[in-house]
């Protein structure tokens, strides 16, 4: 249903959020504003939800199904294929779309605006909807972004180093982004659990999202380079 959770940052124009949302409710991804992600469609229900959007307001809400983290996710029994999903989501809008022969398609969705599910609608359409409540952030306070920002890059090229990986790769991505881009760049791509992604997005702010990222990175610094030791202990 989806390819590898990848997301690649691209800066979002603020726009509203539809009053009703269609969501696309997945196990393994997360989605957060101002970056890409690709979905490989192929359910009929989705194919549908795809064409929808596409001739409406291209916007699809992403949500975590729960019990992503292992456990048994609940469904009503009278409805199996629609299991229960956390209620903050993030939408996205269809930037690219490749129908492909055999009926299935490959999109690219964009991150906008996080959303609050306030009740979930009954309709006809094969796919789930619901009545949704923007989530606006505010903006990370002018004078700590340098200093968060320096802070950030240190984090993560400790853990990128500590997982066997070279400094050098930090350096063009925080290039590119500035803090709130790179926060929400590496809360999508970094090889963290589905269920840290989901609390990264429900951070209230991207100043909350920057601070939980920054404790995250410490302990998986911390457990990488445990890990590195042990491996060294074992060896002499």
Partial sequence: MVSRASALHHRAFVIALPSTVK????GEVVLFP????????????YRKMIADALAG??????VLVRGADGAIAP?????????DVYPVGCAG????????EDGRAVVVLRGTIKFRIRRELVTDEPYRMVEAQALYEAPVPAESMREWRDALRELVSEYVVALGGERDAIERIFGKLDLEGL???LSASLPLPVVEKQSLLESATA????HRLSDVLRYRVAEAKL?????RDADS
């Fill in 75 to 83: 469904a009503p029994p009278d409805r199996p294929d629609r299991p």
């Fill in 183 to 185: 926060v929400n760049y």
């Fill in 57 to 62: 307001d291209r916007t699809i809400g992403m």
């Fill in 227 to 231: 890990g590195l030791d042990a491996t």
């Fill in 34 to 45: 101002d970056t890409l992600l690709p979905l490989h469609v192929f359910e009929p229900r």
């Fill in 23 to 26: 969501i696309f409710p997945l």
């Fill in 207 to 210: 100043e909350h999202r920057f």
């Fill in 93 to 100: 809008r269809i930037v690219e779309h490749e129908a492909l």
